[in-house]
């Protein structure tokens, strides 16, 4: 397993932006897929967005879609979730993970992060 630390999370209007981090403490992160998903009070844990190790594919839930984009620095085991006009329904812990192919299954995952708040206000 792979240590991951998300940042960046915080609270934004609706309409804002931000961009969270995840850096992984591994040396092997390039060898991943990473992903991010989120938890919503009372909500279960949901897929958001996961890129393969050499950038090659991406996928995205169809909520965030045209609205998020994850990128990755493989040189800086940095994983990255640029998020655009943002809606109240964003609101969650958003985490990232690690996983050995890309899914949109929380299973595949095995590797987490402790996780970061994202609020957006209407």
């Not at 995840?22 to 897929?47: I, L, N």
């Not at 990255?80 to 890309?102: F, I």
Request: glycine content about 10%; charged content about 20%.
């Amino acid at each position: 397993q792979v240590q991951l630390q998300e940042s960046g999370g915080g609270l934004v209007q609706a309409g804002g932006s931000l961009r969270l981090s995840c850096v992984a403490s591994d040396r092997t992160f390039s060898r991943y897929v990473m992903g991010w998903h989120r938890q919503a009070p009372g909500k279960e844990r949901e897929f958001v967005a996961a890129i393969s190790w050499n950038r090659g594919r991406t996928i995205y839930a169809d909520s965030v879609k045209g609205r998020f984009t994850i990128s990755r620095d493989n040189a800086k085991n940095t994983v990255y979730l640029e998020m655009n006009n943002l809606k109240p329904e964003d609101t969650a812990v958003y985490y990232c993970a690690a996983a050995q192919y890309l899914t949109v299954l929380r299973s595949a995952y095995d590797s987490w992060g402790q996780g970061t708040q994202v609020t957006v206000s209407s």
